[in-house]
């Protein structure tokens, strides 16, 4: 039994997916690409190896940084980027890679007798001969009255989206070239357009991202209904004309917050999109990211009033700042699988556990994991994560959650063993909470499974009023050395989870 508990364990390590993989929660890059300064402005390689961006100086202004892609799949300690930052006076940017040996960026360069002079533009740099070539946009100087030009070039149709203030606001245009079929440093560019309403607001629009598609545009706005002082937002292009759009979405809690989100793209590899966040940052913008297909489909959790929380009664707390003191409290790895089947409608049922398990998630600490996962007709993995920090996100989530369906908990059981035994924690808390009215009963499988992991703690949250299924949750809870914990009201629930949590993993 243990050469196969071993085998099934190397299996479940070595297995695809991998667990960052199932995240819909944004991830700070970390201590490798964000500072205690300013991160702005993601963009990546051709290949997706490589990710440029510029981070605000000691001089005041920005320079470009890159970071570049281990074999761990994780990103390597950030390097200045040789050759795009000459001495001069203005701040510089990566916008795109278009060719391996040649890059969009941000004014235009010219080496002088007295040194380097940037002014405002756009050049193609050619890093293999450290030559900056201008790209001639007719009235773009005169039109940006010398203020910063934003720029993404979509390179399967070689169109050029700016955003820029012309007047008071930022507004995102599009320029064409005329004559396509040219070497990108020898197009010609027609004028730039205005792109109309409901895209471009009375408010400020900017930092444009055209996916793939040449369709789907996303962008940061600070127009009024959003959730901080801007919010990325997604817009589609109805039919083949830049004139007419659909109405932008807001891409909801999953990446903004009630501070400011900026500056988002998606990966080459399509799997994760990336932006910058001033929430959870190291001390002003820092770069995230997150699974690109979490933001397809929007939760019904409408935007807080500006400048408050997400939830008002769990206000931010200060990373590292917990209860559960880790010279006190071991390493948790908790599984959290919830049922969220028709029959736990009601008050006294799932309302009860949002909670509580809010409580709980407010004082975990860098060195604890939590997977949230939940079943009904199937299970879903709603996040797996160690260190969370962005925790008001996790709580929209929970929020989010509603009961439909039946109740397959077989499914349920099975995915959270996996990834229980799949991050299984040496010297510390390895515990399974199931939360369930109880309606619902183990197959022969179900048990032989508990049964072969005794070192992982099965704990069951009862909830509703259903005497019977109340018991047959504690023989479940007792039968597998765990805890038993009926939720009745807010008064007595609140604490329940993070109580049962100190319980198993004080020293």
Same mark, same amino acid.
């Given at each position: ?18 667990? =960052? ?35 605000? =100086? ?93 720029? +993404? ?11 820029? &203030? ?9 320029? %064409? ?37 040449? &369709?789907?545009?996303? !962008? ?43 500056? $988002? ?32 489909? +929007? ?36 599984? !959290? ?57 996790? $709580? =929209? ?54 049964? =072969? ?30 805890? !038993?914990?009926?939720? %009745? ?19």
């Amino acid at each position: 039994m243990k050469k196969a508990l071993k085998s099934l364990l190397l299996w479940l390590l070595s297995g695809m997916p991998l667990l =960052a993989q199932t995240n819909s929660i944004k991830e700070n890059l970390g201590p490798s690409v964000n500072t205690k300064e300013d991160q702005i402005l993601p963009v990546f390689s051709l290949d997706g190896n490589t990710l440029y961006f510029s981070e605000n =100086a000691t001089t005041g202004r920005y320079e470009i940084w890159f970071s570049q892609r281990n074999e761990a799949g994780t990103w390597a300690p950030k390097q200045k980027a040789e050759g795009l930052n000459p001495p001069t006076d203005g701040s510089k940017y990566v916008f795109a890679q278009v060719e391996n040996d040649l890059l969009l960026v941000n004014g235009w360069f010219e080496q002088t007798d007295i040194g380097w002079v940037q002014s405002t533009g756009l050049s193609w740099y050619l890093p293999s001969q450290k030559r900056f070539v201008r790209l001639d946009i007719p009235t773009l100087r005169t039109q940006a009255k010398g203020r910063f030009v934003n720029a +993404f070039l979509h390179r399967p149709t070689k169109m050029l989206l700016l955003s820029y &203030a012309e007047n008071e606001r930022k507004d995102i245009y599009v320029c %064409q070239p005329e004559n396509p079929s040219a070497p990108w440093t020898e197009l010609r560019w027609q004028m730039p357009e205005r792109l109309p309403a409901p895209l471009n607001s009375e408010f400020d629009d900017t930092t444009p991202f055209l996916d793939n598609d040449g &369709a789907t545009l996303y !962008f940061a706005s600070n127009r009024p209904g959003g959730y901080g002082a801007d919010d990325i937002y997604r817009s589609r292009r109805l039919g083949d004309s830049w004139t007419q759009w659909s109405v932008p979405e807001n891409l909801g809690f999953r990446v903004n917050s009630n501070y400011s989100e900026i500056y $988002y793209c998606i990966a080459p590899s399509r799997d994760f999109a990336y932006f910058v966040s001033y929430k959870h940052s190291y001390g002003s913008g820092d770069i995230f990211m997150l699974r690109a297909d979490s933001t397809q489909s +929007f939760p019904d959790i409408k935007p807080p009033p500006r400048d408050t929380q997400i939830d008002p009664l769990l206000p931010m707390q200060a990373v590292g700042e917990s209860e559960l003191e880790v010279a006190k409290y071991k390493a948790n790895n908790l599984v !959290f699988l919830i049922d969220r089947s028709g029959s736990m409608k009601g008050d006294n049922k799932l309302p009860l556990l949002k909670s509580s398990l809010k409580r709980l998630i407010g004082q975990l600490r860098d060195i604890d994991r939590l997977t949230l996962m939940s079943f009904a007709d199937s299970a879903i993995v709603h996040f797996s994560l160690r260190g969370v920090t962005q925790k008001d996100s996790l $709580y =929209a989530l929970i929020d989010s959650l509603a009961a439909a369906g039946e109740t397959k908990a077989n499914k349920g059981l099975e995915l959270a063993y996996d990834y229980t035994v799949r991050n299984f924690v040496e010297d510390g808390n390895n515990e399974i909470i199931l939360v369930t009215d109880g309606l619902f009963s183990l197959s022969t499988q179900d048990r032989q499974r508990i049964n =072969a992991n005794r070192r992982i703690i099965l704990s069951v949250v009862g909830l509703g009023n259903d005497g019977k299924a109340l018991s047959n949750l504690r023989k479940l809870a007792t039968g597998t050395k765990g805890s !038993f914990i009926h939720i %009745q009201n807010h008064e007595t629930g609140t604490e329940a989870l993070l109580e049962e949590v100190k319980s198993r993993s004080r020293r």
